[in-house]
């Protein structure tokens, strides 16, 4: 089955914990996404991959690190996460084909105490 | 830069009834891709429907079509017989060609649709 999956669903930490929310995609896509979802603003780019170490930043990466070594995943690293990156985040990955579908992952529910 | 505007929070529609989402973009570019998702209470993003700005003829998916009006930057969705599990956020979405060579995705702010029985 073609999915794009995300680890963990959830997760709560403290300020300053390092983590890392694992995406990966089985469908040998080239472009990776990370996105954040937060009330009234809609879903936010944070960083973006064209293919295997080739990533862009988004609207919002501060705070932010990825990483593309293999083409299926694509890592998104919090050194150091402060409370207002509680979120909703979402990986999604599309085909270089055009037209192409982007394919979202379940969501990873963070919340920083 | 690129923007794009969903101007309803929310809406309610009546079971079998026709209801349309309301979206405006703005950009300076001539080829671009809008988007329409959904998103139930499951959280998971679906694609709705799409639409190439190259495009005149608009978009069309069993019960769900969009008005596109390149000139007006407008892109609104339109739901016919609504159903129950139509209730979900709705997010407008539009795709960029980046110079860099990437792709780039803006997403409205969404529109919360209930539909009631």
């Known amino acids: 089955e073609a999915q794009v999956t995300q680890n963990p669903r959830y997760l709560i930490t403290v300020t300053g914990k390092k983590l890392t929310v694992t995406c990966s995609q089985n469908m040998n896509h080239e472009y990776m996404s990370w996105y954040r979802q937060d009330p009234g603003l809609g879903l936010r780019q944070i960083y973006y991959s064209m293919n295997v170490e080739v990533t862009d930043k988004g609207d919002v990466p501060e705070g932010y690190k990825v990483s593309r070594k293999e083409k299926r995943n694509f890592p998104l690293i919090l050194e150091s996460p402060s409370p207002n990156q509680t979120s909703l985040y979402f990986c999604?990955?599309?085909?270089?084909?055009?037209?192409?579908?982007?394919?979202f992952g379940p969501g990873t529910r963070l919340t920083v105490t | 830069a690129q923007t794009v505007t969903q101007s309803q929070p929310e809406m309610s529609v009546q079971e079998a009834e026709t209801v349309t989402l309301s979206c405006t973009y703005d950009t300076s570019e001539s080829d671009y891709y809008l988007f329409w998702y959904k998103q139930p209470p499951s959280r998971q993003m679906i694609l709705v429907i799409r639409?190439?700005?190259?495009?005149?003829q608009n978009a069309t998916e069993n019960r769900f079509s969009v008005n596109f009006q390149k000139a007006a930057k407008s892109f609104s969705l339109k739901i016919s017989d609504s159903q129950l599990g139509d209730a979900a956020m709705y997010f407008c979405?539009?795709?960029?060609?980046?110079?860099?060579?990437?792709?780039?995705?803006?997403f409205g702010t969404g529109t919360r649709l209930k539909v009631l029985a």
């Open positions: 639409q190439e700005a190259y495009k005149q």
């Open positions: 979405a539009y795709r960029t060609l980046r110079s860099s060579g990437t792709y780039k995705y803006i």
């Open positions: 999604a990955s599309r085909s270089g084909t055009s037209p192409s579908e982007q394919y």
